[in-house]
Structure formats: C-alpha cells, structure tokens
C-alpha cells in the first residue's frame, strides 16, 4: 500500500490521514491532468479545448459560448478564443440565428465528434487500468466521502 502521508511526514494515525487529505486530492488531481494533457496531446488539443467539445457532445444540440462558460472556469473572453482556434480546426461549427443574428449557436462538427468518441475511449481504458484493483465497495466508499467534503465545501461557499 502506497504511503498515504505527504513526503518527510511520519504517520499519527487518523489525525493524521484526515490532515493531510487535501495532500492526496491534490496528488490525485494534479496526476489526472498529467494524463489527460497527454491524452489529448496526441490530437493535437488542450485540456481545455478537449473540455468544450466534451461539453457540446454531452449536449448533443447547439450551445452557445454562454453555455460553455457556465461549465468550465474561464472567463467569456477565453471560451471565445478557444472556439474560434476549435472552429478554425474544423471541429466546431458555427451557426448566426436568423432570429438574432448577434446570437451564435456551436455545434461539433462530424470532425469534432470523432476526435472527442476516440478520446473519451482512451481515457475510459486508461481510467479503468487506474483503478484496476479497487474493489467496488472501496470505490463507493471513495464517492462517498468525496462527495461528502464536495457538500460541506458547496455549504461552506453558500455561507460566505
């Protein structure tokens, strides 16, 4: 089993593991990057764009650049330069509203699609290879005390 303390640190039992959990999501987020960088390096993306065509695949409609920002944490002005570089690359379309022509609808291109399918395969076999030992009653309980510290972070920001 892996040494759940944080490098230099000695165990002290539960005091100790509940310290330093923020340790071990940060380890865990910053390896999922890693991997998610290189993933979808090979198609010549960024996180961030691989992050808009997941988002207009898993609406599976037009959306609008709005939409998108209400999903990702940039600002109007970044989604806007990463639509237009995803655009250019042919893997979003762009449609003006004969109702309001200032209104943009996005939508993935056939392109778009496959790339965003191709890579949410690999990441799907490569999560799986992750996690490959992990008993479902460890990963309920992984889910369960995540999503908890997710409630009591959401109330915590609710009270601020």
């Avoid at 390896?31 to 960024?46: D, E, F, N, P, R």
């Avoid at 599976?60 to 639509?83: F, K, Q």
């Amino acid at each position: 089993m892996a040494d759940l303390n944080p490098p230099g640190e000695q165990d002290h039992g539960t005091e100790s593991l509940a310290n330093h959990w923020r340790v071990r999501i940060a380890e865990l987020n910053n390896l999922a990057i890693k991997s998610l960088t290189t993933q979808v390096a090979v198609h010549g993306l960024t996180p961030m764009e691989f992050d808009i065509l997941r988002i207009c695949d898993t609406f599976d409609r037009e959306c609008t650049a709005t939409e998108l920002v209400r999903y990702l944490p940039v600002d109007p002005g970044r989604i806007s330069r990463l639509v237009n570089t995803l655009v250019d690359r042919g893997l979003i379309r762009r449609r003006r509203t004969r109702e309001d022509r200032r209104i943009v609808m996005l939508r993935l291109s056939d392109e778009g699609r496959e790339i965003t399918s191709s890579i949410m395969e690999d990441l799907s076999q490569y999560n799986a290879q992750l996690i490959e030992g992990v008993g479902a009653d460890e990963m309920q309980v992984f889910l369960q005390v995540t999503s908890h510290i997710i409630d009591n972070l959401d109330a915590v920001e609710e009270s601020r």
